[in-house]
């Protein structure tokens, strides 16, 4: 007796193990081919050719490398009778660094006697745009003259499959014209003039740094840069982006100002003032106003405007010549940014009045004059 109970379990259990499950007969996805990034309908067929009822069958799509089920990865579509089909839908997200392959997606297949179930591999065709690299950020957009500067470029794959030996770089550094004269750039490249990332991704940003130099004669205007980006694609075809970047090249204005001289006038302190610019960009719509004790002839004056290393001056006459005054510039800058600085002037040394020079101008001659005389009277007159 137990050796029959043995064997019936036995027998149960070996058909259990390789009792049939209802096999996946079609397969298809939309969009096809499938592109990285995006996601494709999957609909799954399954078809049960044994002779009696499928119970409690479920349908599971796979996560294999690039694919993600989105919602439900598992659907159970219940019973199927014998010759009976049953479809299922998902929704499946293929991953942004996908090749431009095929990839296998797998479907299982389980019943109620068959849990472990059975597990098919089905082709999906991925084909995506080709790798494309373009420069989305730049740190610095101003520079100065004469300065150098590392700037950090922001490099984004905005193709669908992913680059590989990356190399950035500025283009040529000089030009050269259609007489054969060399021009060189005023922007160049200090140091190594290239940079060399692994790869980037569909979608992927990553950051490459470019160490520049501008001319010390620098024009101050904008720049529109050319950066090369060489890569290869997946079948190792090489690749050439030319991306631009704009740098502004924007001196800074330092305005300055100095009592030149301090004379008298009239009876009135004229006061000339000289003021400068000592930085590298041009100063426009300046403006001097003074405000000081007392009357001033011309308490706002326009100059105009001053370049780089560039000097101007201004006349004052004031009622009280040896006081502090308040000089107030106005001006804009290479940003056409309005901004003041403000100054107190005073006289350091008070000026000889031009009436008492000339009255000290006849005084000297006439005592020595009398000199002479006392001494000749002395002289001759007394001896007598």
Do not use: C
């Amino acid at each position: 007796m137990k050796r029959n109970i043995f064997g019936l379990v036995f027998l149960i259990l070996i058909t259990m193990a390789f009792a049939a499950v209802p096999e996946v007969t079609q397969v298809n996805y939309t969009p096809s081919p499938a592109v990285p990034g995006t996601i494709i309908t999957v609909l799954v067929q399954i078809e049960n050719a044994e002779n009696t009822a499928q119970t409690n069958v479920t349908i599971k799509v796979g996560e294999d490398y690039p694919f993600t089920v989105k919602e439900e990865s598992e659907k159970n579509v219940g019973t199927i009778e014998k010759n009976g089909k049953a479809l299922a839908q998902f929704v499946v997200y293929i991953d942004p660094s996908a090749e431009n392959e095929t990839y296998n997606l797998p479907i299982t297949v389980t019943t109620k006697e068959q849990p472990t179930g059975k597990t098919s591999y089905h082709s999906v065709v991925i084909s995506g745009k080709e790798p494309s690299l373009k420069v989305v950020k730049v740190s610095e957009e101003k520079l100065l003259p004469g300065q150098e500067k590392e700037i950090i470029l922001t490099i984004q794959n905005i193709g669908t499959s992913t680059a590989y030996d990356i190399v950035t770089e500025l283009e040529e550094d000089r030009t050269v014209v259609t007489t054969g004269t060399v021009v060189e750039r005023e922007i160049m490249p200090l140091g190594a003039s290239a940079v060399y990332m692994d790869k980037l991704a569909p979608g992927e940003q990553k950051e490459t740094t470019l160490k520049i130099s501008v001319n010390r004669n620098a024009t101050l205007k904008n720049y529109t840069l050319p950066v090369k980006i060489t890569y290869r694609n997946a079948s190792g075809a090489r690749t050439t982006d030319t991306p631009y970047i704009g740098i502004k090249i924007s001196g800074t204005v330092n305005i300055g100002a100095t009592v030149k001289e301090i004379s008298q006038v009239s009876g009135l302190g004229e006061m000339t003032i000289e003021i400068f610019n000592s930085g590298e960009g041009k100063a426009e719509y300046i403006t001097a106003t003074i405000d000081g004790e007392g009357y001033i002839d011309k308490p706002k004056q326009f100059i105009g405007s001053l370049e780089p290393n560039d000097v101007d001056s201004i006349k004052i006459k004031l009622e009280k010549p040896y006081q502090t005054i308040k000089l107030t510039i106005t001006y804009q800058d290479s940003d056409a940014v309005t901004k003041t600085k403000t100054f107190e002037l005073t006289a350091i040394q008070a000026p000889i009045a031009q009436g008492d020079g000339n009255i000290l101008g006849l005084l000297i001659p006439l005592i020595a004059l009398a000199v002479i005389i006392w001494f000749g009277y002395n002289k001759f007159v007394k001896k007598k």
